[in-house]
């Protein structure tokens, strides 16, 4: 997620297609990401608008989605390697 302040309509308008959830309140928002390659475009945007990028901060994985979508077949197998 990316919590920034100082962005206007249009710099909102080209990050909402990279994001899962965006909150804006005030002259601050949050931008919960699809996935972390967006990371650098936000910041971009960011800078080209001369805001102010006040965290990024890593998301992990909801007890929800490690159900519904298990690791993948590399790290399953894992520890029958040893």
């Keep these: 997620e990316v919590v920034c302040e100082g962005l206007n309509a ?3 308008d080209s990050i909402k297609p990279l ?3 965006l909150i ?3 002259r ?12 650098g475009h936000v ?5 080209r ?3 102010r990028l006040i965290s990024v901060t890593p998301q992990k994985r ?5 159900f519904l979508n298990p ?5 399953a197998g894992m520890n029958n390697s040893q």
């Design 10 to 12: 249009d710099a909102l």
């Design 19 to 21: 994001a899962d959830r």
């Design 24 to 26: 804006h309140k005030g």
């Design 28 to 39: 601050q928002c949050l931008v919960i990401l699809r996935n972390h390659e967006s990371v």
């Design 43 to 47: 910041i971009a945007e960011v800078e």
């Design 49 to 51: 608008q001369q805001g």
């Design 62 to 66: 909801s007890l929800e989605e490690l």
């Design 71 to 75: 690791a993948p077949q590399s790290y």
